[in-house]
């Protein structure tokens, strides 16, 4: 599909600085662009490639200063650039429909209106599936699970029993659901299982990546706010809260019974203490490790985590070890030459007489 530049721009509500006449012919990163293509900058270390790259228009910032290359600003580059892309790509995800013949679901659970079911789904006594909800091939949901409407569930998720999930909530494959909880107490030497009795909640429009593991409590609940992001591969443990429109990012683990406050963000890597509270509005940066709570509006990094001016500091230090230590070393050389020569100078001159008499 061929769109002219000033087409684009009319489609993405941007303004369109050079000539709308150019022909667009494909989309790419602004690394791989070629002639005919449009691309995007929005990240700033990224800038200098306006200069260099071969793609015949870039869709940046407002506040870049552009170059001869035509461009189009925007509020939202990556935004943007993602509309631009239907104007290409059938970006469009065509889901299952019906209920497959080899699905297996209990006469007594409730399926809503137009709901889909794939092949070889499991859907046990009085579940309840909301309208329009799809659930994919080789899924396993639970007795007693309420699913609200307007679902996704991706093939191979597990959703055990006396789930709540709320309305539009995306769960990628592989993510389970419920399982039991990580408690054992030690009895004699023996590591005895502890019942994990309660439930996990997920409210509306979360979106779970594949292979996600969030653990049943002990009692009472484990809960997901609602709009709350979560990337692939992290493990959430029993009794933990959290709050809304958070963002957690792969290879997470959250201990049991921590609490996140409201548009929390763990970055890649974090890992978290049990029976913490992450106030509302921190930032935890990637590979730090939390030993204990922090306070609302916090950006912290490290292990043990610091406040992130504190932890860069420290770590510019620590990239300077080898310096320090060559500094050490050579001052303790210099150190021995002075005390060597003070010695040298504290001995009696040779042939002198210690009391100073004359001969």
Known sequence: MHKTLGEIAKFINGELVGDGDVVITGIKGIKEAED?????????????????????AVIIPRDVIPTDRPVIKTDNPSLAFAAATSLFIDDRVYHIKGIHPTAIVAKDAVIGKNVNIGAYVVIE????????????????VG????????CLIYANTTIRERIIIGNHVIIHSGTVIG???????????????????????????????????????RFEKTLIGR???????????????????????????????????????????????????????????SKSGVPKSIPPNSVVFGYPAKPHAHAMRVNACIQRLPHYVKTINDLSKRIEELETQLIQLKK???????????K
């Open 348 to 358: 009696p001159a040779r042939g002198g007489s210690a009391s100073g008499g004359k």
């Open 125 to 140: 006594a009085k579940a309840q599936i909301g309208d329009r909800t799809t659930i994919y091939p080789g899924c396993f």
């Open 143 to 150: 007795h007693h699970t309420i699913m609200g409407e307007d």
């Open 179 to 217: 399982s039991d909880g990580f408690g054992y107490v030690d009895v004699e030497g023996v590591h005895q299982k502890i019942p994990q009795i309660g439930t996990v909640v997920i409210e509306d429009n979360v979106e779970i990546g594949s292979c996600v593991t969030i653990d049943r409590a």
């Open 36 to 56: 005919g293509d449009i691309s995007f900058i929005a990240n700033r270390k990224y800038f200098p490639l306006l200069q260099t790259t071969k793609a015949s």
């Open 227 to 285: 709009g709350t992001k979560i990337d692939n591969l992290v493990q959430v443990a029993h009794n933990v809260i959290i709050g809304e429109n958070c963002i957690i990012v792969s290879q997470t683990g959250i201990s049991g019974s921590s609490v996140l406050g409201k548009n929390v963000v763990l970055a890649g890597q974090v890992g978290l203490a049990g029976h913490l509270t992450i106030g509302d509005n921190s930032i935890v940066a």
